[in-house]
Every structure is written in structure tokens, then in C-alpha cells.
């Protein structure tokens, strides 16, 4: 198990109780190999984080069932303060979020016939333009509005380590993208697209409120109104495209 017995000394390294969200500074003792045992924690007097002895399945069900405690260990205790500034572990993360949004606006916001091969190369460009620039100023736009959301509305302080740490949850908690990746196998509606990103939109809040500890309407509002802009960013400039090229 990657995660390792805090400290008092360990000033920088902050547990939480996957319980209450309290601040702990042990999660467990190792008396020997395989002998441990759970710290509880001083607020709600539960285990800590039962999630260490665990098995990795357990915590990817109850991640997809949205349980909070789950982020909890997930953001605080199981990612180390050096894995959350990791910044080709972002840059990877980035990439592949990237990918699998620029396949839903191609599943999304073009037809059939845009999606099947194209007449001439030159058709091929725009198709790709088209996607390119719908994910860079769509991401754009969505990452703008979380960060500023964050700092107006949840009282959250903005600075460089603070943005990758909400960027890396964001990222994280977007872990339903990955199912776009069967539409790329079988045949699936664009209407699947839409119930993915409701349920990315949901952890996306979760998440948000695990991070800064605040009110969780004003996690989903902020969300939403990401999710929303960055869809109407996408639709507006395939509608503009359209009547240029018309």
C-alpha cells in the first residue's frame, strides 16, 4: 500500500478522516509486515481510513457510486503532496482528457456524413479545425469558469500549487470519460454522451467539494455552469464554421 504512517513532525503532509474530513496526523501503525493498526480519528471517534485495508475494487465501486468518503481518501490520503505536484502525471492526465473530449465533440457536434471519410484532404482540415479549436477554447472557457467559480463563490485562495491541485481533481474525478472508449468500439447514440457527462459532472462537484470543504449546491452550480459554457462554446463555434464555409 502506497500510503504511509503520518507523523507529527510531518508538518506538510495532511490526512483526513474519509469520515468527517478532519485532520489527522497517523492513519495507522505498523507493528510488523501485515500487522497494522487503523488510527480512529479525534473528531467523530471513527476509524480514520478504512479504506487502506481495502482492496482496489472496493474503492472504484464506491467511487462510482459517488461516495465522499471515497474522494476523501482519494485526493488526501492515497496520492502523496508529491504525486499531487507531479507535473507529467498532469501533463498525461491533460492528454488523454483532451483525446477523449475531442472523440464527444466528434460524436456530438458533427453528422454522420462529417464523421465518415472525408471527400478530399481539404474537407479532412476543416473537420479537424473544427474539432481542435471546440476543445481548446470549449476546456478553456470550462477550466476558466471552475477556477473562478472556486475562488468568488467557495472563498478559496488561487495560487500555482492550489490550481494543479484542482485541475488534478478535476481530471481525476472525470474518470467516466473513460467509457467513451467503447462508443469508439461499438455503435452507441450521441445521446450516451450527454448521461457520461452528467455523471462527470457530478463527481466533478463531489470533488470540488472535497477539495475546498464547501457548500455542495455551489460546488454543482459551478460545475454546471462549466459543463454548460463549454458546451455552448463548442456549438457556437461549429455553427459559426458552418456559416462561414456556407
Request: hydrophobic share 50%; proline share 1%.
Amino acid at each position: 500500500m502506497a500510503i504511509k504512517c503520518g507523523t507529527e513532525s510531518e508538518k506538510e503532509i495532511s490526512f483526513r478522516c474519509v469520515q468527517c474530513g478532519f485532520s489527522v496526523t497517523t492513519l495507522y501503525i505498523q507493528y510488523s509486515p501485515g500487522n497494522i493498526r487503523l488510527m480512529k480519528c479525534g473528531n467523530c471517534k471513527a476509524v480514520a481510513d478504512e479504506y487502506i485495508e481495502c482492496e482496489l475494487m472496493i474503492l472504484v465501486i464506491d467511487l462510482i457510486l459517488h461516495k465522499i468518503k471515497a474522494y476523501r481518501h482519494l485526493f488526501y490520503n492515497r496520492f502523496s503532496r508529491e504525486t499531487l505536484h507531479n507535473e507529467v502525471l498532469l501533463w498525461k492526465l491533460s492528454l488523454g482528457f483532451l483525446i477523449l473530449d475531442a472523440y464527444q465533440m466528434l460524436a456530438v457536434c458533427t453528422t454522420q456524413d462529417e464523421r465518415s471519410l472525408p471527400a478530399s484532404f481539404a474537407s479532412f482540415l476543416g473537420l479537424c479545425g473544427k474539432v481542435l479549436m471546440g476543445v481548446f477554447f470549449g476546456n478553456l472557457m470550462f477550466l476558466g469558469i471552475i477556477l473562478f467559480g472556486t475562488r468568488k463563490f467557495l472563498n478559496a485562495k488561487i495560487g500555482d500549487s492550489r490550481c494543479k491541485h484542482i485541475l488534478l481533481s478535476i481530471l481525476i474525478s472525470s474518470y467516466f470519460e473513460i467509457f467513451v472508449i467503447a462508443m469508439m468500439v461499438w455503435e452507441f447514440p450521441s445521446s450516451v454522451v450527454f448521461i457520461i457527462k452528467m455523471f462527470v459532472l457530478s463527481s466533478n462537484a463531489l470533488a470540488l467539494l472535497v477539495i475546498t470543504d464547501a457548500v455542495m449546491i455551489r460546488c454543482i452550480w459551478i460545475c454546471f455552469a462549466a459543463h454548460a459554457m463549454k458546451f455552448l462554446v463548442t456549438q457556437g463555434l461549429g455553427a459559426y464554421q458552418k456559416l462561414v464555409l456556407w
